[in-house]
């Protein structure tokens, strides 16, 4: 199918993650993070220049944080079929708020169907060289249906943990649990940035993280942790469109992201 003229195909932005006391067999472990994909309004090539993006960025893991679909059911099947062949050893994904106005329990079905781990408020483990990755991943905030406390039951305070969570909003909560990376969604970059009235409108709506990364303490963090492991959060401005087909300005381009995890101690030969 040819692409539609003046939509920018999404892109693939990498980054280098260090955290501190990360198992030495998770050096250069690589995660894709897909999200607000919106299949519906967002055109078929589109979406699938992303999930190509993803496969040939030969992650060991990806992950999805999201609002695959607008507001119908007749979308879920497209979804179904669009985000299908992630081809990653594990592909991890939790809900958003348009997955729950439309029905979360269609998209959570075909997701499964398409081989993918579903986590509504619980955690997995990813086996990497013998070292369990833990993914963590919390159910909408958006529309309440997230639960901290059961999606971190049963996984061990000094643990890697990689949280999945579809509004950054959530982010000091999660830091407080000691978690190493966040990543999320929701905010699209603003989708149309215009400096400082953007802003005005993010800061209006109670928001506090746009785009890209942030450094997030919690206030009370595990006393088992590392005092200088903090939590990185980084929100992707996302795959498809919301309202209109269109994104402007810093910030709102289309991607797919990859993180590769390295040991923090490896920071200063990096630099």
Not at 143 to 166: E, N, S
Not at 190 to 198: A, D, E, F, V
Request: proline share 4%; net charge neutral.
């Amino acid at each position: 199918m040819p692409r539609r003229k003046g939509l920018k195909p999404p892109v693939l932005s990498s980054h280098d993650v260090f955290i501190t006391g990360l198992d030495p067999r998770h050096d250069g472990l690589r995660i894709a993070h897909l999200s607000d994909v919106h299949v519906g309004l967002t055109p078929r090539d589109h979406v699938r220049a992303a999930v190509e993006l993803a496969n040939d960025a030969s992650a060991d893991v990806t992950v999805l944080t999201g609002d695959y679909v607008c507001w119908s059911r007749q979308e879920i099947p497209l979804m179904e079929e669009q985000l299908g062949g992630l081809t990653a050893a594990r592909v991890i994904v939790t809900l958003g708020n348009h997955d729950y106005f439309t029905s979360a329990k269609r998209i959570g079905e075909a997701m499964i169907r398409n081989g993918y781990d579903l986590l509504k408020n619980a955690s997995t483990t990813v086996d990497v060289g013998g070292a369990p990755l833990h993914v963590v991943g919390i159910d909408d905030p958006v529309t309440r249906h997230h639960d901290i406390d059961a999606a971190y039951r049963g996984v061990p305070a000094t643990a890697t943990t990689v949280v999945l969570c579809h509004c950054p909003e959530q982010a000091d909560n999660l830091a407080e649990r000691g978690a190493d990376l966040i990543l999320s969604g929701h905010m699209h970059g603003g989708q149309i940035y215009l400096r400082g009235i953007t802003d005005r409108i993010i800061k209006r709506m109670g928001r506090r993280y746009r785009s890209g990364f942030y450094d997030v303490a919690g206030d009370r963090r595990p006393v088992e942790r590392a005092p200088d492991r903090g939590s990185r959060l980084y929100v992707t401005s996302g795959v498809g469109f919301s309202g209109v087909r269109v994104r402007s300005g810093d910030g709102t381009t289309a991607e797919v992201a990859l993180f590769t995890l390295r040991r923090a101690a490896d920071a200063a030969a990096a630099a």
